[in-house]
Antibody
Framework: QVQLQESGPGLVQPSQTLSLICTVS??????????WSWIRQHPGKGLEWIGY???????YYNSSLKSRATISVDTSKNQFSLKLSSVTAADTAVYYC??????????WGQGTLVTVSS | QSALTQPPSASGSPGQSVTISCTGT?????????VSWYQQHSDKAPKLMIY???KRPSGVPDRFSGSKSGNTASLTVSGLQAEDEADYYC???????????FGTGTTVTVL
């Protein structure tokens, strides 16, 4: 069973860039048919898809983030990462990484809380 | 893209059944047989319970079942157990413009 683990700073200052890494274990990020995604959950609220990437580097994003999000992949480390620029308090959320089987999310990381505050 | 509409809460006694609805549009739920359901216990990561409307991943009890009619999908939990108390979210694939649309979430309480 593939496992995912998020890591990164828990506190980011307003207007700065949020950076998170997802490390994949017990499975290869270079696996056909799988995409690698970031999803967030605002405190006490529902879930929001941020974007996903294929191991080749092709990525797609939620248009509501207005091009602030960038997802990249490092196949040598079996990791993928998220950068979200120009953050505000509205970006405070638990960020999850997840594996995508085209139309659904079959494995999730435990999530990491990122707070945007000065 | 608007979120899929779910009832905020649902409840039932142990052994009873509860059904949660998930209403979208012809651009998401109604347009694809790609609705999935996730269970989220407090402060835990979501867990896949149903995919492609009515398929159960290995390890998910057959007490959980899914269906769809038109623009509305449903998750039914039969034989409610205390451990089923959690938040449930539906997700629909919505094509290559909007990709994934999440539901508003339903809190299931076992009385």
């Amino acid at each position: 069973q593939v496992q995912l683990q998020e890591s990164g700073p828990g506190l980011v200052q307003p207007s700065q860039t949020l950076s998170l890494i997802c490390t994949v274990s017990s499975g290869s990020i270079i696996s056909g048919g799988h995409y690698w995604s970031w999803i967030r959950q605002h405190p006490g609220k529902g879930l929001e898809w941020i974007g996903y990437i294929y191991y080749s580097g092709i990525s797609y994003y939620n248009s509501s983030l207005k091009s602030r999000a960038t997802i990249s992949v490092d196949t040598s480390k079996n990791q993928f990462s998220l950068k979200l620029s120009s953050v505000t308090a509205a970006d405070t959320a638990v960020y999850y990484c997840a594996r995508v089987v085209v139309t659904y999310f079959d494995s999730w990381g435990q999530g990491t809380l990122v707070t945007v505050s000065s | 893209q608007s979120a899929l509409t779910q009832p905020p809460s649902a409840s039932g006694s142990p052994g009873q059944s509860v059904t949660i609805s998930c209403t979208g549009t012809s651009s998401d739920v109604g347009g694809y047989n790609y609705v999935s359901w996730y269970q989220q216990h407090s402060d835990k990561a979501p867990k896949l319970m149903i995919y492609e409307v009515d398929k159960r991943p290995s390890g998910v009890p057959d007490r959980f079942s899914g269906s769809k009619s038109g623009n509305t999908a449903s998750l039914t939990v039969s034989g409610l157990q205390a451990e089923d108390e959690a938040d449930y979210y539906c997700v629909s694939y919505a094509g290559t413009n909007n990709f994934y649309v999440f539901g508003t979430g339903t809190t299931v309480t076992v009385l």
